[in-house]
């Protein structure tokens, strides 16, 4: 294997070193974009007169053969390298021989390396917004379905007051948006064109880096040589935003898994979306959501593990940062394949409306329909508060519903109570009461759909 330095040394690396600095199976995958970038180098070294245009060509077609071999799953590395540029260099020795020697010219692994990690950055950031988008269409779909569908909404896991089932997707559907956004702007970052940076400091061959940038779609290129090949900063950054995605795919999953358990019984999961128990037959188990849930901390060790890579690295760059790719791969990898799996969860996701009217029995939920009544009437907010609160201690102390409760008993408590104050004991008056901007009635929620 001959290796891309070494005329500085007496003795061949041992052969454990090899093996502990060896970076080939982790960045295999940016193989694609090094041929890529390696193909627009050389063309642009032809260009402006630093290589022949003999050499050039045959360096170009010796990069789109083994471009194909790699597309293809074709190409047979070198265990031995040491990463992928120097496995996908020896690849082009051994295809086309001498002016294979031309290619690193004006450039250095410290700027190849990031120039195929923004690449692969760029191309897997539109993959993830693709698939959020998707899990989005999929919640929508189950939202218009179950569009009338009335269910108790919770804060702090205790009955609050009755929401549309779709208001609350429309709320998932809101933290999907931002992550959306988060993952755009972060391309905006990754945007950025670092070859020709060489080394550290540039190179004092007259190259053309613009050039360059336009044939590969970037939109900018780099201004700085030393941050050019030391910056990392939007790995972590695209790592956080897909920390938030895992966050939020965890908190929905956590949500359907309470209303999926016996104790609410809400919605029925598809028989094959869920698992069952070696030892109790009648388990049905919501292993899918689980497992989104807990690999949200696969994502979060991912994001702390560069930021500890990267936390005392002095300028510019340092081998640590070949242990920058495993954790952005595996958060990739992580939040592709939950993403996709949740949109196939939606569905097929079915509702117990039964067991929704059981729950929806509970005329707690509606003591805020009967405080703002109060308020209506003029009722100072506090007052208002204070007499329904009296009237839901009445009827837990009595174990009555509010509707049991006589209206001269409900007047004992505020005298601006009248006999209509019962037909807010109603889950579909109760929805519609709340048509503010952004609200759960179902004009809002509609208008929310359509706005999605």
């Known amino acids: 294997m001959v290796k891309m330095w070494g005329g500085r040394f007496k003795k061949?690396?041992?052969?454990?070193?090899?093996?502990?600095?060896?970076?080939?199976?982790?960045?295999?995958?940016?193989?694609?974009?090094?041929?890529?970038?390696?193909?627009?180098?050389?063309?642009?070294?032809?260009?402006?007169g630093i290589i022949p245009r003999k050499d050039s060509s045959m360096i170009v077609s010796g990069l789109k053969s083994i471009?194909?071999?790699?597309?293809?799953?074709?190409?047979?590395?070198?265990?031995?390298?040491?990463?992928?540029?120097?496995?996908?260099?020896?690849?082009?020795?051994?295809?086309?021989?001498?002016?294979?020697?031309?290619?690193?010219?004006?450039?250095?692994?410290?700027d190849q390396v990031s120039l195929d990690t923004r690449m692969y950055c760029k191309k897997e950031i539109d993959v993830t917004v693709a698939a959020v988008k998707d899990l989005k269409k999929s919640m929508l779909a189950f939202a218009k379905k179950?569009?009338?569908?009335?269910?108790?909404?919770?804060?702090?896991?205790?009955?609050?007051?009755?929401?549309?089932?779709?208001?609350?997707?429309?709320?998932?559907?809101?933290?999907?948006?931002?992550?959306?956004?988060?993952?755009?702007?972060?391309?905006?970052?990754?945007?950025?064109?670092?070859?020709?940076?060489?080394?550290?400091?540039?190179?004092?061959?007259?190259?053309?880096?613009?050039?360059?940038a336009k044939k590969l779609g970037f939109s900018k290129v780099s201004s700085n040589s030393m941050d050019a090949v030391?910056?990392?900063?939007?790995?972590?950054?695209?790592?956080?935003?897909?920390?938030?995605?895992?966050?939020?795919?965890?908190?929905?999953?956590?949500?359907?898994?309470?209303?999926?358990s016996p104790a609410f019984g809400l919605i029925e999961i598809e028989d094959e979306m869920c698992t069952g128990s070696s030892m109790m037959?009648?388990?049905?188990?919501?292993?899918?959501?689980?497992?989104?849930?807990?690999?949200?901390?696969?994502?979060?060790?991912?994001?702390?593990?560069?930021?500890?890579?990267?936390?005392?690295?002095?300028?510019?760059?340092?081998?640590?940062?070949?242990?920058?790719?495993?954790?952005?791969?595996?958060?990739?990898?992580?939040?592709?394949?939950?993403?996709?799996?949740?949109?196939?969860?939606?569905?097929?996701?079915?509702?117990?409306?039964?067991?929704?009217?059981?729950?929806?029995?509970?005329?707690t939920l509606y003591a805020t329909d009967m405080m703002e009544y109060l308020v209506k009437k003029g009722v100072a907010l506090k007052e208002a508060h204070d007499s329904v609160g009296k009237v839901v201690r009445y009827c837990a102390s009595n174990k009555l519903n509010i509707s049991e409760v006589p209206l001269n008993k409900l007047r004992s408590f505020n005298s601006k109570f009248d006999k209509r104050v019962y037909d807010l004991l109603c889950a579909e008056r109760s929805v519609n009461l709340k048509d503010s901007l952004g609200g759960t009635s179902l004009k809002q929620v509609r208008r929310q759909i359509l706005n999605a």
């Open 230 to 260: 030391s910056d990392r900063d939007f790995i972590i950054e695209a790592i956080f935003a897909l920390s938030l995605i895992a966050m939020h795919l965890s908190r929905i999953s956590e949500d359907f898994i309470i209303l999926n």
């Open 12 to 48: 061949k690396p041992h052969s454990l070193m090899e093996k502990f600095t060896s970076s080939l199976d982790h960045d295999k995958r940016l193989a694609e974009f090094d041929c890529l970038g390696s193909i627009a180098h050389a063309e642009m070294l032809a260009k402006c």
């Open 281 to 363: 037959p009648q388990k049905k188990n919501p292993d899918v959501l689980e497992l989104v849930r807990g690999k949200s901390g696969e994502l979060y060790g991912a994001l702390m593990s560069v930021l500890t890579v990267m936390k005392g690295l002095p300028l510019t760059y340092n081998r640590d940062m070949q242990e920058d790719k495993g954790p952005l791969f595996r958060a990739i990898d992580t939040v592709k394949s939950s993403l996709g799996i949740m949109e196939l969860f939606f569905k097929d996701l079915r509702v117990d409306k039964k067991k929704i009217e059981v729950l929806l029995r509970d005329e």
């Open 67 to 110: 471009l194909n071999d790699v597309r293809q799953d074709k190409l047979k590395y070198n265990k031995s390298a040491e990463d992928i540029h120097t496995a996908i260099q020896e690849a082009l020795y051994k295809k086309i021989g001498r002016p294979a020697a031309m290619l690193h010219t004006a450039r250095s692994r410290n």
């Open 146 to 212: 179950n569009i009338n569908v009335i269910v108790p909404g919770f804060t702090h896991l205790q009955n609050a007051q009755p929401v549309l089932l779709a208001h609350q997707m429309l709320a998932y559907c809101q933290m999907l948006d931002r992550d959306m956004e988060r993952l755009s702007d972060c391309k905006k970052r990754v945007d950025v064109m670092p070859l020709g940076s060489c080394a550290i400091s540039g190179t004092a061959l007259a190259i053309d880096r613009n050039l360059v």
